[in-house]
């Protein structure tokens, strides 16, 4: 990591990720930006079979695209992962010895597209657990503050993890019985909501627990996004009452089982890249 890139994150950055769930970092990624941009576009012309799209049925051309676990298919996604300092940063924000990529999400919600993504923490989603994860939310377009992801700060610590729902609203697991996350926008003034207004290259770092949500995309303009999800020393795979999202279905493994495998490989170990 550079000097110009140590700077963006401090002790009181990282802290600040560790207390409040979620903190921006401005510019770090800019020079990766035009490749990212240049995948997505291959991408959505040939999505993975994990591709899901919403659209409201009055907007039939204007769509939520989503792809996942796409990273070492395409030049520009696998550039991020691979040449950026991302992986040594993950590890930092999460105070852990290594940084393993669990998997990307990539998030296009085109102009005029009015799917809202509800409130939500990640980890009940996934097949892995652990209190060291981080997610980078990488924008590739300027995003408005009133366009922008928010997330409820400290949410990540109070112990909870809410009922997964898809992004159409129904049930991930259909027989969970798990706590359904609460009304945030219903309670938006007893709460601590963050969000930011972000540039290329920039990105928002969050943990898996945190609650977060974002805005319809009623603009015209385009929001483009590229999500990278990490995990440190402690992750465990974990079995969910269902198909998980993203859905691994050729992996076997046992609740509890260190978190590790070739498609999650390990980038970042003790101070040296491992990639």
Partial sequence: MSTEEATFLTETTIDTFQEDGAVVLRGLFKPWVEGVQAAIEENKASPSWRERTYRHEEQKDSEFFQDYCVWPDFEGYRALVMESPMAQIAARLMRSKTAR??????????????????????????????????SFWVPVDPVPRERSIEYVVGSHRWGKAFKPKRFDGTDLYPADESEMAPDIDANRNDLDIRGW?????????????????????????????????????????????????????ELEYEDGDPFTGDQFPLLYQCGDSAG
């Fill in 197 to 249: 207004d972000v540039q290329p290259g920039d990105a928002i770092v969050f943990s898996f627990k945190t609650l977060h949500g974002a805005p319809a995309n009623t603009s015209d303009q385009r929001r483009r996004v590229i999500s990278i999800r990490w995990v440190g020393d402690d992750a465990r795979f974990v079995a969910r009452p269902g198909k998980t999202s993203p859905f691994f279905p």
């Fill in 101 to 134: 990529v669990f998997h990307d999400h990539i998030l296009v919600k085109e102009p005029g597209n009015s799917v809202k993504t509800p409130w939500h923490q990640d980890q009940p989603y996934y097949i892995v657990d652990g209190e060291q994860s981080v």
